[in-house]
């Protein structure tokens, strides 16, 4: 009795679930949800002709590049956004001498103790110590900023879909609002203090876009002309280090672990010819205890 009790229970939730199931799947069919101004106008994050260096078979840090990413960030973006997983030491990962990550470090202003009044006040940075937040508090971050909290960019590749892709797009993707998006949705006119950029999930961003004009930073002799695609790219391709510095090399270990794989399926190969030569070999002659 007990038994039929349960199947029938059983039965009761399986068909409830199936029922639910279909029905949704049925209306999911015959009336899809209205399409929202995000479905259409929202573009994916492309990345620059020709990729990063970091990517692909061949993936290496294009130090050059790296070094005027970080240039950009230190120029432009460093007056909203904080790169606090950072310390100014790590920058001799990308090249820079130690005498010129000391002199980068001495040109920050960080959070320090005034050594005669011990009041809290800013210092000037030293190698050891961590690329300094803007802002104060998130209050004063939001203040500043049309309500938004520019976000730290130490591990922005990693915590958006794209990546550096994603960064790039981002940053080259600013354009005038199309008009026929405001007359079919008018809810989504991008407001005062927004910017409409169809890479942006939202559509409107509450970043002014930060690179305007070409020359907006001065690369050094030998360095590519600082177009906003250039100084996109490299700044993108600066936060991937920033956010995965390990990159490059656990790729390389990784293709260094094939190889080894590779020679070792080999060795193993030829071993176990080696080994079962006289046995299968017809050439030997002699007959062996198997043959029997
Ligand atoms: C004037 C301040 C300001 C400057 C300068 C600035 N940003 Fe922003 N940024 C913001 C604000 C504010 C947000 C948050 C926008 C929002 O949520 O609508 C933001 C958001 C972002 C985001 C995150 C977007 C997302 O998907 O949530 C990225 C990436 C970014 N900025 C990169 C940069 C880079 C790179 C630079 C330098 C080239 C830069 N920003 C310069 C204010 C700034």
Redesign the pocket.
């Known amino acids: 009795m007990i038994r039929i009790f349960g199947i029938l229970t059983g039965l009761f939730f399986t068909i409830a679930v199936l029922w639910s199931w279909g029905n949704d799947t049925y209306s999911g069919f015959v009336e899809p949800a209205p399409e929202t101004a995000e479905h259409i106008y929202h573009e994916e994050a492309e990345g620059p002709e020709g990729g990063f260096a970091h990517e692909g078979l061949f993936a290496k840090w294009d130090y050059a590049q790296l070094q005027r990413g970080y240039q ?2 230190k120029e ?6 904080g790169l606090k997983q950072v310390a100014f030491r790590n920058l001799e990962e990308i090249g820079y001498t130690e005498g010129q990550v000391k002199a980068e470090a001495a040109a920050w202003q960080v959070p320090g103790i005034d050594g005669e009044t011990g009041e809290a006040t800013l210092v000037d940075g030293t190698p050891t110590d961590y690329f300094p937040s803007p802002y104060a508090n998130d209050i004063a ?1 939001r203040a ?3 309500n ?4 730290d ?1 130490s591990l ?2 990693k915590s ?1 879909h794209g990546g550096a892709d ?2 790039y797009a ?2 080259t993707g600013y354009r005038e609002q199309p008009a026929a998006l405001v007359e079919e949705f008018p809810g989504t006119k991008t407001a005062a203090g ?1 910017y409409y950029n169809p890479v ?3 559509l ?5 876009p ?2 305007t004009s070409e020359g907006q930073v001065t690369f050094g002799p030998g360095n590519p002309d600082p177009t906003i695609d250039q ?2 790219e490299d ?2 391709a600066f ?1 991937t280090w920033t956010a995965e510095p390990t990159l490059v090399k656990r790729r390389q270990t990784g293709w260094a672990f094939l190889a080894f794989l590779l020679f070792a399926t080999l060795l193993a190969y030829f071993s176990k010819k080696q080994v079962w030569s006289r046995v299968k070999g017809g050439d030997v002659g002699e007959k062996t205890a198997l043959d029997d």
């Open positions: 950009v960030y432009v973006c460093s007056a909203c956004h971050a500043a900023n049309n938004a909290i520019p976000p960019l922005i590749t958006r994603y960064v981002l940053l927004q942006f999930h939202s409107n961003i509450s970043m002014a930060p690179l100084m996109a700044v993108s936060l």
